[in-house]
C-alpha cells in the first residue's frame, strides 16, 4: 500500500478529514458521555477528561501522544487498519499504540466489524494513561510475541479480549466499564451492566484463557476483575506452564457456566440500576 513504512505505520493526516468526518466523531461522542458518565470506570474517565480528547472533531494523534507521553511514555502510531499479530505485539511492546484513521459512515455509528478510529481512539487511549494499565499493555505485547513462538496465540487472544476489549471491574458503586468494545459502542455499554441475560464472572485467568469468545453480537459472559493492580499480578508470571497446562483441557463455549465460577447478581430485570454495594462486592470476590 501507498504509504505504509515496514512497520506498517501511516501519516495520519489529520488536515484531510472533512468536516463531515469530524461530525460523526462529535456524534459518537456526545452520545458515549452521557451514557458513561455512570457507567465508566473512575480511570478510564479521569484518562479521558486528562487528555482533552475533546467533542471538537477527530483529535491529532501527535496532539494526543503528547500529553500521553507525558503521563506514561506511550504514543499512537497511525496505521491503516488490523495490521499482522507480530507487528502489532511488536509495538506495544514498545509502548506505542497502533491506531486505524479513518471513521465509520454515518449509517455505520452502532456496529462496524472493524476497529476505527472512534475504537481505537475514544476507547483504548484514555486507559492508556493509567500507569498501572499502561504497563499492563506493554507486557501483554511482550507476552504476544512469546505466545506467537510457542503457538498458543489463541489462548492469549482470548485473555486481550475478556479484558482490554470487554473487561468490567467491580468498584464499591457497582460495576464499572473498563473495556474499549465496550466503551465504544452505545449498545453494549448499556447491555453489558443493565441487561440480565449476560453472565457476569469473577475474573479468572485460566478461565479466561480457555473461553471462546463471539465477534459477531454482544457478549455472552463478561469477566470482572476487582482491580487493576490485580489483573496485572495475576497476569505477571510466565504464561508458559500455563500454556502448557491447558493444552489438556478442553475449550469453553461463551455462554459457559462452570460449577467453580463466582458470578455477580444479575441488574433486576426494568428499572433504574441496582447498586452493587461493597460489602456484597467483598462476599463474591
Ligand atoms: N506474563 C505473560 C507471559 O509470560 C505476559 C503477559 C503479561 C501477558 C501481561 C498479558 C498481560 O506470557
Ligand atoms: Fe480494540
Redesign the pocket.
Known sequence: MDGVRPDFTIAQDWQAYTEEEHAIWRLLFERQQKLLAQRACREYLDGLSRLGVAAGGIPDFRRLSDILERATGWRIVAVPGLVPDEIFFAHLARRRFPSTCFIRRRDQLDYLQEPDVFHDIYGHVPMLMNPVFAD?MQ??G???L??LRLGHLPR?AR?YWYTVEFGLIATPDGLRIYGSGILSSAGESVYCLDDPRPQRLRFDLKRVMRTRYRIDDFQQTYFVIASFEEL?AA??????PIYRELADQPDLDPAARLPEDRAFPPPPLRGGRKKIGPQLIAAQV
Open positions: 499492563y507486557a501483554y511482550e507476552g504476544g512469546k505466545a492469549l485473555l496485572f497476569t505477571r508470571p510466565d504464561f508458559t
